[in-house]
């Protein structure tokens, strides 16, 4: 058994967003890597409901779906307390992947948008920290994997909340790893990179020829958070808009790259 595989055996874990896309990919991955139960959060009933029978046809009871809305505090808290009881009272891993790519113009946004977008993209991933530290800090680890995207590093125009969101979901990761380092319990932050999911469809437009598929993009993160890595970038896509973001001898090409994007996206063209 390889090391990746290793660090999932025998161990219980939380997913939000599970029952499509990346949070679904996740959660058979960490399966077939020999977890002993996962339990998978979401919003959309039906869908959880099809997916959680159909993993414990392959993983019998090893799996449980809660219905979770993230935005609301006490529905993470019990959702999260639900998770505790089927897991045995330990929670090894929290993976806070729900969100959404929230486009549009900024100036059509308002407050309320705005909440929104921090109350799915953000809050939800806090209101899960919340609930889940006094169980890891009980048992005296666990590693809390909260799933951003490239657009923290590279902000488009047009995705003025998704890019606010992720950005401040991604500094408040990283902060946390060295708060709470000392009593083991790890944080990292992961970009999915570009993966064929329904996130496109917020822009009117399809996957970029050549993405990835959400289990190529699931086995990416849990090897990257099996090596406790800080930021696990999803393709190569990813790490050169991280290396470019912060260097500025790269800042010309980045004008013209973002703005290409932005005057494509006003005609209607979801460039990326």
């Not at 392959?58 to 897991?87: P, W, Y």
């Not at 086995?219 to 970038?233: A, D, F, M, Q, W």
Request: proline share 2%; net charge neutral; hydrophobic share 40%.
């Amino acid at each position: 058994m390889c090391e990746t595989q290793n660090y999932y055996r025998n161990k219980f874990a939380v997913v939000t967003g599970a029952a499509s896309g990346v949070g679904l990919a996740l959660t058979e991955t960490i399966l077939s890597y020999g977890a002993e139960r996962i339990v998978l959060a979401d919003v959309n009933e039906a869908n959880l409901a099809g997916e959680v029978a159909r993993l414990n046809s392959a993983h019998s009871g090893q799996a449980l779906g809660v219905r979770c809305d993230v935005t609301n505090e006490e529905e993470v808290k019990g959702m999260i307390e639900q998770a505790a009881e089927f897991c045995v009272g330990r929670i090894d891993f929290l993976f806070n992947n729900a969100g959404a790519g929230f486009a549009g113009k900024f100036e059509e946004q308002g407050n309320g948008d705005w909440g929104k977008a921090f109350a799915l993209n953000f809050y939800g991933a806090v209101y899960g920290i919340r609930a889940v530290l006094p169980i890891m800090r009980a048992q005296g680890s666990g590693h809390i994997v909260n799933v951003i995207s490239g657009i923290a590093f590279y902000p488009m125009a047009y995705q003025t909340m998704y890019s606010a969101t992720k950005a401040a979901l991604n500094g408040l990761t990283l902060a946390l790893r060295y708060e709470y380092w000392d009593e083991n319990i790890r944080f990292t932050s992961a970009t999915p990179g570009t993966v064929a999911t329904a996130i496109w469809s917020v822009g009117g437009g399809d996957a970029p020829k050549g993405a990835q598929s959400p289990q190529q993009s699931a086995r990416t993160i849990l090897s990257g958070v099996s090596k406790n890595e800080r930021l696990v970038l999803g393709d190569d896509t990813d790490a050169s808009g991280v290396r470019s973001r912060f260097n500025p001898d790269a800042a010309k090409y980045a004008d013209e790259y973002l703005l290409n994007v932005a005057r494509k996206r006003r005609k209607g063209e979801w460039a990326v």
